[in-house]
């Protein structure tokens, strides 16, 4: 099949089977000439780097109805934008977005560059979503590939060299594919090919429109592909995390705003690392002197390590905690959403 085929059999199946997502205009509104809003289409992108559509989605109309505007969003609090991510993981991500809404207000009058080469000049924006925006705001004929593109390209050719090598051989082959012609409607063809029918798991090869040509349903065992490399097993962490009590409230701290969970609020933590804490050690470190009593652990996986948080809870008085009703402790990242809840469990 040329790739002129597999270009009209997949915008013909996206023509009739689109997702509609919110911050998407459908093809037959693109093709009229209307286009998706680039601050709409670049917040989703960022949303969606290290989560799926129906965990990002509730997220997205959140930040939308509160800053419907990149100038909004440019002119919000720290903290609130941090808040409002938590639960979307990688906050750094948080950061980035800010650094990124404030040069376009500021420098672009709240207008996104439209071109691949001028969003690339944003802080915090990558080549990925550049090249997102590029093409689904603006319908530029970009190459974009992500997680789902990967894995369609990986079975369409049947790549054999591991995801973690055979990244640019991927990306060159979503190249060849790449044509001035409904460019914005290509990249989420191909984005919604992978997320509903060329799955991770039990590709659904008989609803596929490029199955003639799929190299790997050609071997038998399409959900093979991409190939993957042996992960390194992760390495294990040990800290414990403090729960201070003030009547109905809880002590936080925002932790600094570098590194891992940067500018988040927090439990107050030991520092994480290899070797577990003994009692002693660990009290060393807990924000007040005060009749602290262990009330058990959580374990919690991140990208590259998992910890294992040991949970000690006391009443008591501190200077320099933040503190916040424990009604209100869902702005907590997860992994100290879950320490607070566990360590809370057992008070009514």
Not at 227 to 243: L, N, T
Request: glycine content about 10%.
């Amino acid at each position: 099949m040329s790739p002129e085929d597999i270009r009209a059999r997949l915008l013909g199946w996206y023509d009739a089977h689109a997702r509609d997502l919110p911050w998407r205009t459908g093809p037959a509104a693109g093709q009229a000439g209307a286009r998706s809003d680039p601050y709409r289409v670049w917040l989703s992108e960022v949303m969606l780097q290290q989560t799926t559509v129906p965990h990002a989605t509730p997220y997205f109309l959140k930040f939308t109805a509160r800053w419907p505007t990149v100038s909004d969003l440019a002119a919000a609090e720290d903290g609130e934008v941090m808040a409002a991510w938590a639960g979307l993981g990688y906050y750094a991500r948080a950061r980035n977005l800010l650094a990124c809404a404030r040069a376009v207000a500021a420098e672009h009058g709240g207008v996104f560059p439209d071109t691949e080469a001028g969003l690339l000049k944003l802080p915090g924006l990558g080549p990925y979503t550049a090249a997102a925006v590029a093409a689904i705001a603006f319908d530029r004929p970009t190459n974009v590939v992500d997680g789902n593109v990967e894995r369609v390209m990986s079975r369409l050719f049947a790549v054999e060299e591991p995801l973690s090598g055979g990244k640019p051989e991927l990306k060159r082959l979503a190249a060849g594919l790449v044509r001035e012609d409904r460019p914005g409607d290509w990249a989420q063809a191909l984005m919604d090919l992978g997320a509903t029918v060329c799955r991770p798991k039990g590709p659904l090869c008989d609803r596929c429109p490029l199955a003639e040509a799929c190299a790997g349903l050609a071997t038998g065992a399409p959900e093979t592909y991409p190939r993957k490399s042996a992960k390194p097993e992760r390495p294990h962490r040990h800290g414990a995390a403090f729960i201070l009590m003030r009547g109905n409230e809880v002590g936080l701290v925002r932790r600094p705003p570098k590194g891992l969970l940067g500018g988040m609020l927090a439990l107050p933590t030991t520092d994480w690392r290899g070797m577990g804490w003994d009692e002693a050690e660990a009290l060393a470190a807990a924000p007040a002197a005060a009749d602290w009593r262990c009330v058990g652990e959580v374990e919690h996986g991140f990208t590259h390590f998992t910890l294992t948080l040991r949970l000690w809870r006391a009443e008591g008085e501190a200077d320099g905690l933040i503190w916040t009703p424990r009604r209100e402790l869902d702005v907590l990242p997860s992994v100290f959403l879950k320490a607070a809840r566990a360590g809370l469990a057992n008070l009514l």
